[in-house]
């Protein structure tokens, strides 16, 4: 990872080589040589740059995940190298309203034969090939204009509306998708399955019954390989405009044995299959909204590197969002020193605009950074 933060530190180089021995590949505590990654999720801004950086710095922040049009803005690149911030572009794979508006017949269709949507959340079938094609293209546009250090595969996955899924549920009522015509096919010829001859005209309810009653397992791998695919395509795509760009993945905050093994079977995000494809994994560890508490962060990035030896690297959230339970800054300064445990790589906030409206959680972020204790792989 590029990493030119940490001037300022005597012995820079001391130091480096020190943490290139500590941290070989591979390594428990496998942070960057020069210390955590601290990242801030930024969609867009209306202020002066010149004091976002400022302050920043002052933070300790050395990575931002921004949308394409902040990331592409002249002096927001500009600003961001000079402050070796490291970029990861977010980028939304199937989830795309401007397309969905124009082509509603997109739509990933649920296991009732609806469409996959629920409130904002509004997923694209992920086998169309003319949508592939035209978000492949959208990929390397953009990292030819924005230029980011990282790709950051964002809704590279299957339909669920995670944030609203607490830990009582069943991992029969979660929703399971794609079953329009496009896959249904496909799943058909990869997996040779077959459909009986008198579902050829039934209900799109009636065939999705009949492939989880009979096939769950199938469906399951195919999502995985489908999901898996993609990235790999759009990782090539990426390294063919820019040859040292690293792929990121934000994946859903399941461990292993969560509903059922819903990590695979719902958004189709099998970590152990992508861990090769990727750079980094990104789990979305926002615990106050889905009922969990500060520990579990850790214990999410825990499973995803007992599986995989990857490079994990989780996000939280830094205010409260769906529930109205309070969120305190004891539990805030929690989650940030549970995702900052080894094996993490660092924290990312979602998002840098509640951080900045929230002066007492910046004072707790330094806090906590400069406490040496806390600091992964120290
Ligand atoms: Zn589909």
Redesign the pocket.
């Known amino acids: 990872m590029k990493n030119k933060a940490h001037k300022r530190a005597g012995g820079f180089l001391a130091l480096s080589l020190l943490f290139l021995f500590s941290f070989a590949p591979g390594a428990a505590g496998a942070a960057t040589p020069n210390g955590p990654m601290i990242g801030v999720k930024i969609y867009e801004y209306a202020g002066s740059f010149s004091k976002l950086f400022e302050e920043w710095h002052s933070l300790g922040v050395n990575t931002a995940f921004v949308g394409a049009a902040l990331g592409a803005d002249p002096e927001f690149k500009a600003l961001a190298k000079k402050n070796g911030i490291t970029t990861f572009l977010i980028f939304p794979v199937f989830f795309d309203d401007a397309e969905l508006e124009k082509d509603p017949g997109l739509y990933?269709?649920k296991s009732d034969g609806e469409r996959a949507e629920d409130d904002w959340v509004k997923f694209v079938?992920?086998?169309r090939e003319d949508y592939r094609c035209r978000k492949i293209e959208e990929a390397k546009r953009l990292v030819r204009e924005v230029d980011p250090d990282v790709l950051s595969l964002d809704f590279m996955r299957f339909f669920v509306f995670w944030e609203q899924v607490y830990p009582d549920r069943t991992p029969e009522s979660l929703p399971n998708t794609?079953f329009?015509t496009?896959?249904l096919e496909a799943f058909q010829k990869e997996m040779n399955v077959h459909l009986p001859e008198d579902l050829a005209g039934a209900k799109t309810a009636n065939k999705a019954k009949w492939v989880l009653a009979n096939h769950a397992r199938e469906w399951t791998e195919w999502k995985c390989r489908t999901i898996a695919g993609m990235v790999r395509l759009l990782a090539a795509a990426a390294h063919e405009v820019k040859p040292s760009i690293k792929i990121n993945i934000h994946t859903v905050p399941w461990r292993k044995g969560d509903f059922g093994g819903g990590i695979e079977a719902v958004p189709g995000q099998d970590v152990v299959r992508l861990a090769p494809l990727v750079d980094f994994i990104s789990p979305m560890c926002y615990h106050h909204m889905v009922r969990r508490t500060p520990a579990w962060v850790h214990s999410v990035a825990q499973d995803i590197y007992d599986r995989t030896h990857g490079r994990v690297l989780p996000s939280i959230q830094v205010d409260k969002a769906y529930i109205d339970d309070p969120y305190t800054l004891a539990q805030f300064k929690e989650a940030v020193t549970e995702a900052l445990k080894p094996p993490s790589l660092g924290v990312v906030f979602w998002s840098w605009d509640a951080l900045n409206k929230a002066p007492d959680r910046k004072e707790a972020l330094k806090a906590v950074l400069g406490d040496p204790g806390s600091r992964p792989g120290r």
Request: hydrophobic share 20%; glycine share 0%.
């Open positions: 990933a269709v079938c992920p086998t794609c329009d496009s896959c």
